[in-house]
């Protein structure tokens, strides 16, 4: 301070005092992140994603209990077929159809490229089985494409469904009338 006494709250331990009373809101965001901050580095040193906290009401996914299979077909009309016959069975929740996929593939020692319709079917994983058997059933092609992905994240809510309209079938992997 040119010229001039220092006030008296900042002699002594009050000067310490005044500056945290003054610096509290600014650091109180930053210092409750670096608290989080060991959990983040433990969590990437494992290798999983750090947790966060989910709301009470909703149920918790398990990660994989859901997948995606994918299904090629010759033509649209197939592909309509298979998806509502899959999803009447409730071997799946919902099939999307992707038209106009370009395939091209090694088949019997010769390069092929077809035109076809990619199914993307929403199922329980215990279900592919069932899906894969059904599908090689009805399927026109000689070795039919049935390829499934765990589905590690997604919309609860969306995962949740997927999961209660395909219940009605048991895990047994047979598959209803």
Not at 31 to 59: E, I, K, N
Not at 95 to 108: F, G, R
Not at 145 to 157: D, F, K, R
């Amino acid at each position: 301070m040119k010229g001039g006494r220092a006030p008296a709250f900042l002699l002594g331990g009050g000067a310490a005092l005044f500056l945290s009373l003054l610096w509290m809101p600014v650091l109180l965001p930053v210092v409750s992140r670096l608290l989080l901050l060991p959990r983040a580095l433990l969590s990437m040193a494992s290798g999983s994603p750090p947790s966060q906290p989910s709301p009470a009401s909703a149920s918790a996914y398990v990660p994989g209990s859901v997948s995606a299979a994918f299904v090629t077909c010759p033509n649209e009309k197939v592909a309509k077929e298979i998806a509502r016959a899959v999803v009447e069975k409730h071997l799946a929740a919902c099939v999307n159809l992707i038209p106009q996929v370009t395939s091209i593939y090694e088949w019997k020692g010769k390069i092929e490229e077809d035109s076809e319709v990619l199914m993307m079917i929403k199922t329980q994983s215990s279900l592919v089985p069932a899906l894969a058997d059904f599908v090689r059933s009805v399927h026109p092609y000689e070795v039919a494409e049935v390829i499934a992905l765990p589905v590690e994240q997604g919309n609860s809510p969306y995962l949740h469904w997927v999961r209660q309209v395909t219940e009605s079938v048991p895990d047994s992997g047979t598959v209803p009338p």
